[in-house]
């Protein structure tokens, strides 16, 4: 009798040890985060920028050339819904899931509100100061576009001198909403690699959104991107903010993707 009670307590002492030591290797594997090289992080945004510097001449016609029955029935429901990624309040339900389902990844969550934060605060600085005037401003009652003749007619120049730029309708330079989801889908796909597709088609669907419902210019999207990738790529460097905020998280060292990843 005494024999089995000693057998099943050291089989339980045994399994615990095992348990224990599983879950500090996964919570070892969970502090250790993969970050895309800063210089493609650079690169693409700086490609993204010329992309919108580029198509800025031919926004008319791109927005011309979507047909309306390209987005009728699910496709048009589909990217209102997609909206919703880019919102605030999306990102507090997916910071309450993370703090509620996975307490072990709570001491991310300020870098994840900084990389959903900190670009569309820089998109927003750059539209007080830049007036352009979005494609909604050229429809009539019944949402007919009567666009002018030029792409450049659409910017009405830099305010400058304190008289900041606060009308809705010429603040379509850059997109916030395309900043704020793809910074959210940068460190989204940082903190959750598995997901990597998901976040990424999100936040290709929520960009396009503005976009199909003329909200913004093409162009406008672009550099919204440019500026999401920049700032959010940088924050989940292992150096600079991020490598102080790794200090904060209690991060042992950050891996950088080799370039074959």
Known sequence: ????????????????????????????????????????????????????????????????????????????????????????????????????????????????????IWPPLVVHGIKSIVVRMRPTSYLDHFLVPNYPTSAEETWRGIVLGGDWNVVYQSQSFPSAHAATVVGFAIVLCWLLPKGKYLFICLAILASFQRIAFHAHWPSDVLAGVAVALLISGGLIQNWGLGYLMGRFEGETSLQSRSANE
């Open 1 to 116: 009798m005494l024999e089995s009670q000693y057998s099943n307590r050291l089989a339980r002492s045994a399994a615990f040890q095992i348990l224990m030591s599983l879950t500090r290797h996964f919570n070892t594997r969970s502090t250790v985060r993969t970050a895309v090289r800063f210089r493609w992080i650079v690169v693409s945004s700086f490609f993204f920028a010329a992309l919108a510097a580029l198509v800025a001449r031919f926004d008319i016609a791109l927005l011309e050339s979507m047909h309306p029955d390209l987005l009728r029935g699910d496709v048009r429901r589909i990217l209102k819904l997609s909206e919703f990624f880019a919102h605030g309040m999306c990102v507090t339900v997916v910071l309450w899931a993370i703090w509620v389902l996975a307490p072990d990844y709570r001491r991310h969550l300020l870098r994840v509100l900084m990389c959903v």
